[in-house]
C-alpha cells in the first residue's frame, strides 16, 4: 500500500546547527503538510505545499516539494531550543482521498 | 483563537468499562477526526466523520465506535475498554478531508488497567 517514509527518526543537533528531516512517498502527491508537535503536546499544522517544486519559507523554517511531488523536505536554519519537538509530514492517500498518510516523525533533539 | 477542546486530558478506566471521549471544535468544520497516537507507530486514524451523522473507518476502527449528532461534536466510544487501547487519542478537524491541514485538540491519555 501507499507509503510515507520519513528520514531519520532522530536527529542530535547543537544549538544554532541546522536541522533537515525528508519525506518520501511511493506514490505522486496532490498535496503535502508539515506539522510540529513539540513534547508533550498534540500536532500543530505549519504549511501545506501543492505545486512541483514549491518552496516556502518561514522565518528559520524552509519546506520544499519535489519536482516529481513524491517527495518534501523541512530544513531548519540555526536550530533554537524551542524547535524541540517531532516534525511530521503528512499526504493524502492516493486511491480515496478520504485520508491522510503519516510519516512516523522526526524527533528534533537540541544537545545541552 | 481555533480550538478543538477534548473534554479530558487524562483518564483512568477498568478493563471492559464502557469509555468516552468527547471532542467539540468551534470552527465550523464539517470534517472530525479521531486519532490514536503510540510510540513507535505514529498517528493512526481510527474514525472520521465528513458530516452530521456521517462516519467512515479508519485503518483501526476494531474496539471503537464514534457518534457525530452535531456538526461541533464528535464523540468516540469504547465499548468495552481494554489494556491494549491504553494511548494517546488526538480529536481533529478539518476544512477539507485532506487538505489545508488539521487542527489537533489536546489530547486524551487514556490508560485502562
Known amino acids: 500500500g501507499q507509503q510515507v517514509m520519513q528520514i531519520p527518526q532522530y536527529q542530535h543537533v547543537q544549538e544554532g546547527e541546522d536541522f533537515t528531516t525528508y519525506c518520501n512517498s511511493s506514490t505522486t502527491l496532490s498535496n503535502i503538510q508539515w506539522y510540529k508537535q513539540r513534547p508533550g503536546g498534540h500536532p500543530v499544522f505549519l504549511i501545506q505545499?501543492?505545486?512541483s517544486g514549491e518552496v516556502k519559507k518561514q522565518k528559520r523554517l524552509t519546506f520544499q516539494f519535489g519536482e516529481a511531488k513524491k517527495n518534501s523536505s523541512l530544513h531548519i536554519t540555526a536550530t533554537q531550543t524551542t524547535d524541540v519537538g517531532t516534525y511530521f509530514c503528512a499526504g493524502p492517500e492516493d486511491d480515496s482521498n478520504y485520508q491522510l498518510i503519516w510519516g512516523a516523525g522526526t524527533k528534533l533533539i537540541i544537545k545541552p | 483563537d481555533v480550538k478543538v477542546t477534548q473534554s479530558s486530558r487524562y483518564l483512568v478506566k477498568r478493563t471492559g468499562e464502557k469509555v468516552f471521549l468527547e471532542c467539540v471544535q468551534d470552527?465550523?468544520?464539517?470534517?472530525m477526526f479521531w486519532y490514536r497516537q503510540d510510540p513507535g507507530l505514529g498517528l493512526r486514524l481510527i474514525y472520521f466523520?465528513?458530516?452530521?451523522?456521517?462516519?467512515e473507518k479508519g485503518d483501526i476502527p476494531e474496539g471503537y465506535s464514534v457518534s457525530r449528532e452535531k456538526k461541533e461534536r464528535f464523540s468516540l466510544i469504547l465499548e468495552s475498554a481494554s489494556t491494549n487501547q491504553t494511548s494517546m487519542y488526538l480529536c481533529a478537524s478539518g476544512y477539507r478531508l485532506t487538505s489545508y491541514g488539521y487542527t489537533f485538540g489536546s489530547g486524551t491519555r487514556l490508560t485502562v488497567v
Open positions: 466523520s465528513y458530516d452530521v451523522k456521517m462516519k
Open positions: 470552527m465550523d468544520h464539517e470534517n
Open positions: 505545499l501543492v505545486k
